[in-house]
């Protein structure tokens, strides 16, 4: 940040609640240019333009952020953009800054952004500078100086899409409003920009049985549809959003619940090609109305906007199912990682749920270098954690102020920094996060009674099986239960990571402990989680949290109890360790059967019945083509995914090793099963590539490694380990 701080925040001088301001200025110069730059931050989202072309490639800059501490600045060279007698514009959108509480949480958080602006107002921030030859600069800051017009896109909102008019100018515009807000919350970019990347075509365009026309995509993904229109003066034609077909074939989108998801075009009479800005959908499927033109499919392009992330992880095998499946978790890892790591893109929530984020990042961090997305994410958490350790539900947080805190949500705090440090090896993220652990635990202890945590406020294991899936989603598992586990797992890595800072951590060992032998008293007789107690995620948790007694005499239970029925029962907590628990105490084939399953419930159903993204419930679209109720059914929830990092783990057998983390040391240890003849798999580290790939043919498996340079590997097979070196190893 060089000159921004020299600038006014700005808004409209005039109320256009949801609608988007212009703020524009001419500007001049006579000599030679050495460089330009525009930096520009909101408290909404914005778009530059300079002589109507774009600058930079990033959307919805600058980005999600708990604003009352940080804002980002985004700034861009436009060297190449200036003349000398050039017109520059800002638009400026309410973006995440306004209405992003749903409906059904409540209003607007009390905690205002600014005294300055209200709950629903968008304001920006921006200097160009402009360095000349001669070594003399000029600084056009936001103020007063700039004329503030209601723009084309008469509404525009996250969850409601927008309206644009291409008829409409400002019949009076006005000087911009300079308004108080301090700029210390101004901070450079931290996380990365959201940008555009795929371009879909159109697949197929469907008359539906209700005679609607609707394209699809032949993708469910989060973006938006760039168009070529022509019309007639005052036409509107409007696109709505959708991920699915309902059983009959009609578009469908009740799941969106209120978010109008729309995008409403008036056109002017002039042939234009519309790329929107300032707003997502999650959507397959489009229903178009009002196109007088006629529907040609090569006037409609889907653009996927995601974060600016470098893939890392590819995983292969000899079942195609099962790479229709890791394919889904790469779109639904997309279509979340929008500058935060949201529930879902495409209903009235689209928020940063915590406890999401903590079952899925594992397989994120070997999928994508994330490192600098939870980076900023993190950051926000620890802003947004209540000074007595409470940490809200979703980060940023919009909600009312008591919800929070839930087990196994809250516990990104200790899951989130710890992933990070493994899969990219520093510490610095450990250090910065550490106060955070503490206070976390420092809160659940306030609880605590005997060792237990009762009675606090859970979502449990969130949408498991152990009761009926249409029943209420936080019951079937017992919620003490999980979240006494859950804190000593988070109290696991706050350990861990007072002892990487160097520091001493006796008083949480002896709380943990405490707290491990409650739960064997309350919860377990022997290795075993007792009757009144026993689900699958009981058995998972206390498994693989080192809490029981006697792991393998709980791992059995848990084989006993998904080979009785067939299947898994485990919601969002169980999830994410259910095969790991089987697989390590010698239950692959259990695994492998579960993962290969494709009857419901299983991952493979979603595949099965044309899933093309992760869906919420394991039962979001039944196999008579009836759906999960419209309540909270979202196609696009990247959760069960978190299949994944087993997949790389142990169907591949990459493992970190905690003593040298970032894969500085790997553990080589893949698991074979006779229905499949090749595993492949590679994660790209700090370091470089590392490959793990097997082939059975004829009974006899290949294993190739590839360690990459100034790394170690330990290889484990067949109860036997050898230790490798940099290069390409094979074994049989
Ligand atoms: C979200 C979830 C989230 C949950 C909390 C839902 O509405 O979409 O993914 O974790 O609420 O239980």
């Not at 807000?181 to 959201?194: A, F, M, N, S």
């Not at 635990?441 to 009762?454: E, L």
């Amino acid at each position: 940040m060089k000159h921004i701080k020299e600038a006014s925040w700005i808004r409209s001088p005039r109320n256009f609640l949801g609608s988007v301001t212009t703020f524009t200025r001419e500007i001049s110069f006579d000599k030679d240019i050495k460089k330009a730059y525009l930096e520009a931050s909101a408290l909404g989202v914005y778009a530059a333009y300079i002589n109507g072309k774009k600058v930079g490639d990033a959307y919805l800059a600058p980005g999600w952020t708990e604003y009352a501490e940080r804002i980002q600045v985004e700034t861009c060279d436009v060297t190449a953009m200036l003349t000398g007698r050039d017109t520059v514009e800002i638009e400026l959108a309410p973006g995440w800054k306004c209405g992003m509480s749903p409906a059904w949480a409540g209003n607007i958080k009390a905690k205002p952004v600014s005294p300055s602006l209200g709950a629903c107002e968008a304001a920006a921030i921006f200097a160009l500078t402009v360095e000349f030859t001669d070594g003399s600069e000029q600084v056009f800051t936001s103020g007063s100086s700039w004329l503030a017009e209601r723009s084309k896109y008469l509404e525009s909102g996250i969850y409601d899409g927008y309206v644009y008019d291409a008829n409409f100018t400002d019949p009076e515009p006005l000087p911009a409003q300079e308004i108080f807000h301090t700029k210390d919350t101004l901070v450079d970019r931290i996380g990365e920009r959201i940008t555009a990347h795929e371009r879909l075509p159109v697949k197929e365009i469907i008359i539906t049985p209700k005679g609607e026309t609707v394209l699809d995509f032949g993708q469910n993904m989060t973006g938006f549809i760039e168009f070529r229109i022509k019309g007639k003066k005052g036409e509107r034609a409007l696109i709505e959003h959708g991920e699915v077909l309902d059983k009959d074939g009609n578009f469908y989108r009740d799941n969106l619940r209120s978010a109008k998801a729309r995008a409403e075009f008036v056109c002017d009479g002039e042939e234009r090609l519309m790329t929107p800005e300032h707003t997502f959908f999650g959507f397959r499927y489009a229903r178009l109305t009002g196109w007088s033109d006629g529907i040609k499919p090569e006037n409609f392009t889907a653009v996927v906007v995601h974060s600016e992330l470098r893939r890392t992880g590819y995983f292969e095998c000899s079942d195609e199912r099962v790479n229709k499946l890791f394919g889904n978790i790469i779109w639904g890892q997309k279509g979340n990682f929008l500058d935060v790591p949201t529930d879902c893109p495409q209903r009235d929530e689209r928020l940063g749920w915590t406890g999401d984020a903590q079952v899925f990042v594992k397989t994120a961090s070997y999928n994508f270098d994330v490192e600098r997305f939870f980076e900023k994410w993190l950051a926000d958490l620890r802003t947004a954690q209540r000074p007595w350790g409470g940490v809200p539900h979703v980060i940023p947080d919009v909600f009312d102020p008591d919800m929070f805190s839930s087990a196994a949500w809250a516990d990104a705090v200790t899951v989130c920094p710890w992933q990070m440090h493994l899969t990219y090896g520093g510490s610095e993220i450990i250090e910065k996060s550490l106060d955070s652990m503490k206070r976390w635990i420092g809160y659940i202890d306030m609880f605590i009674r005997d060792g237990i945590w009762r009675v606090g406020r859970h979502f449990g294991d969130w949408l498991n099986l152990e009761h009926d899936s249409n029943g209420p989603c936080d019951v079937g598992v017992d919620k003490d239960l999980i979240a006494t586990a859950f804190y000593i797992y988070s109290s696991e890595l706050l350990i861990k990571s007072i002892e990487l800072c160097g520091g001493d951590a006796e008083e949480y060992k002896a709380n943990r402990q405490r707290s491990i032998e409650a739960f064997r008293r309350e919860y377990m007789v022997g290795g075993k989680i007792r009757p009144e107690y026993e689900t699958q995620t009981a058995c998972v948790l206390a498994s693989h949290f080192g809490i029981s007694p006697d792991v393998a005499e709980t791992a059995a239970q848990l084989n006993d109890l998904v080979t009785a029925c067939g299947h898994l029962k485990t919601g969002f907590v169980g999830t994410p360790y259910l095969l790991h628990v089987l697989s390590d105490n010698g239950y692959a084939e259990t695994a492998y059967s579960l993962v290969l399953r494709e009857e419901y419930p299983s991952w493979l159903f979603s595949v099965k019945m044309g899933a093309t993204t992760i869906w919420e419930h394991w039962d979001s679209l039944r196999a008579d083509g009836s759906m999960w109720s419209i309540g909270m059914n979202s196609f696009n929830h990247y959760a069960y995914g978190s299949v994944a990092d087993w997949l790389y783990g142990d169907a591949a057998g990459i493992k970190t090793d905690e003593s040298a983390p970032g894969f500085k040391h790997i553990i080589f240890a893949p698991l074979t099963d006779g229905r499949l003849s090749y595993v492949k798999a590679s994660i790209e580290s700090r370091y470089g590539v590392i490959g793990s790939e097997w082939h059975t043919e004829n009974g006899v498996t290949e294993y190739t490694f590839t360690v990459p340079e100034g790394c170690t590997a330990s290889v484990i097979l067949g109860g036997k380990t050898a230790e490798i070196g940099p290069g390409v190893h094979k074994f049989n």
